[in-house]
């Protein structure tokens, strides 16, 4: 990869998880409890790290959950969540993943969140295109980037940890 496909590095990484943290934590200083909904793969990654700093700051209550879907195809493929979703009723929910690039990954576990009485739906996304397919607004976003619809940005964690343009 060529260092000009780079869209964030390591530390810029860090950096971005720790300030979506802060602004979740001003955001919903209010709730005592928050539910962290991370998209399976990646999305979850980053859900983990997020939890991580969101403890390290806040003094609310946060319990992270996994959304399981078919990418690629979400309609032909149950979606579930890894705990009863009825404990979601009346509470604040974060939904995250790692990039958004068309929307459609969002837009399907947003429906699924709908069918509980929630008290507040939020996105946090570590790389939000700008340029996309369906109507998801980021709440909380680590950096924007203007792509066309042919590109993607793909988040790589652990060792050699960067976003770049594919």
Known sequence: MDAQSVVLTKSQIIQKTERIAFEILENTFEESKIYIAGIEGNGYVFAERLLTQLNLHGNQD???FNIKMDK???LDSNITFSIDVNQLTGCTVILVDDVINSGRTLIYAVRELMATQLKS???????NRTHRRFPVKADFVGVNISTTLQDNILVEFGENETAYLA
């Open 62 to 64: 946060f319990e992270i």
């Open 72 to 74: 690629e195809n979400p």
């Open 121 to 127: 739906l939020k996105v946090a996304t570590l790389v």
